[in-house]
């Protein structure tokens, strides 16, 4: 049946879960560039261009057959490519939003700085009630190693580097950043974790970086090393993480992010002496950074010009 072409391109804000109201007036002042919709108010699903997504279900985006770009609302976009019934026509697109990176890089350095003087062990202490004061070496004679040199990844590492840690970070691929000693994929991992002391995980989840902190990692790192996961859930091997705090080769964990969120009122970490639970709150998209940023990457979609912040679908970052 023919149909009147839409006047202008469509982008569908379809983030499930998150308060559209909070984003409204931002992302009205796109209407400029195209038409928005609201889902579900998605119309003729063949007049939609992009879309901005968050927690979709499986087979949601299949409907328009004319996406070009589905853009994240997050930085991590392993829930979206786990959509066997992602339109492959369309570009994925993750968060490049420089306030989520302050918010994540001031959560991280609170953190290192946390297990850096040692306020885990006054929280087991306050617990006994026992008066100790434990001396923690300068900031230069601390270690800090960072899992990924990313957007976030990156960012952390150099701000760390600026409060004066002894820092190094791994990536796959070879980085050079000032004043941050790097490390290079599977062949320089166990290298990378030999002296790392405060251990911070920001990779993104893929099919190798999945588990990937297990045993192996907590009985490579330093006795002693404390470990903080902001990454994903679903690269903590629970278990493991538990097992090598009972051993006391790892001291305490700051961990934001969880196989199963919210975490089940059951789970052993909520009641671990040795483990900081924070509800997925390392760091947040913000509408008034972030909406700009996504007017421009429309602006090079409208124009046929390479897009910021593509992932690349073998890889899955
Ligand atoms: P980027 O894609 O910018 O960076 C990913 C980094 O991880 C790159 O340095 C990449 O290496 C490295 N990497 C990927 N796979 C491997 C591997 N197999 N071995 C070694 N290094 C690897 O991602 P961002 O920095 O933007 O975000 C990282 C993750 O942070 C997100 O995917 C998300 O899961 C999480 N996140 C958590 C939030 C929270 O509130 N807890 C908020 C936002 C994001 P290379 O440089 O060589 O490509
Ligand atoms: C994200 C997140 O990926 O909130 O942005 O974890």
Redesign the pocket.
């Known amino acids: 049946m023919a149909r009147e072409t839409p006047p202008r391109p469509v982008l569908l804000f379809a983030c499930e879960g998150v308060d559209a109201g909070a984003w409204r007036a931002e992302i009205d002042a796109l209407q400029a560039q195209v038409e928005v919709r609201f889902w579900p108010d998605a119309g003729d699903p063949r007049d939609v261009t992009a879309g901005f997504a968050w927690g979709n279900p499986p087979g949601f985006w299949r409907r328009f057959p004319n996406l070009r770009a589905i853009f994240s609302l ?5 829930t979206l490519l786990a959509d066997r019934d992602l339109p492959t026509s369309a570009q994925v697109v ?1 968060m ?1 939003d420089d306030s ?1 990176a302050s918010d ?1 890089s001031d959560f991280v350095r609170m953190c290192v700085t946390y297990h850096h003087r040692a306020m885990h062990e006054y929280a087991v202490l306050q617990a006994e009630g026992v008066w100790r004061s434990i001396r923690p070496p300068r900031n230069a004679r601390r270690t800090v190693g960072v ?8 960012r952390c590492a150099l701000d760390l580097a600026a409060a004066g840690f002894a820092v190094r970070g ?4 070879s ?1 050079t950043l000032p004043d941050i000693a790097t490390f ?3 062949v320089e991992f166990e290298a990378f974790l030999a002296a790392t002391e405060i251990l911070v995980c ?5 099919p ?2 999945e588990d990937i902190l297990s045993a192996r990692v907590f009985s490579a790192l330093p006795r002693g090393a404390c470990v903080i996961n ?3 859930g679903r690269q903590l091997v629970d278990d493991d993480l538990l097992a090598a705090l009972d051993s006391g080769h790892i001291a305490a964990a700051t961990l ?2 969880f196989r199963v969120e919210p975490l089940p009122a059951d789970h052993p970490f909520w009641r671990h002496p040795r483990i900081t639970v924070v509800p ?5 998209t913000h509408p008034d950074t972030a909406v700009p940023a996504l007017a421009a990457n429309l602006r090079r979609l409208l124009d046929g010009a390479p897009l910021a912040g593509v992932v690349d679908r073998t ?1 899955g ?1």
């Open positions: 997050g930085a991590g976009v392993d993750r490049l989520m994540m899992m990924g040199l990313g957007a976030l990844g990156g791994w990536a796959r691929r980085r290079t994929g599977e920001l990779l993104p989840l893929t190798e970086t902001v990454g994903r934001d992010v997925h709150a390392a760091a947040f890889t970052y």
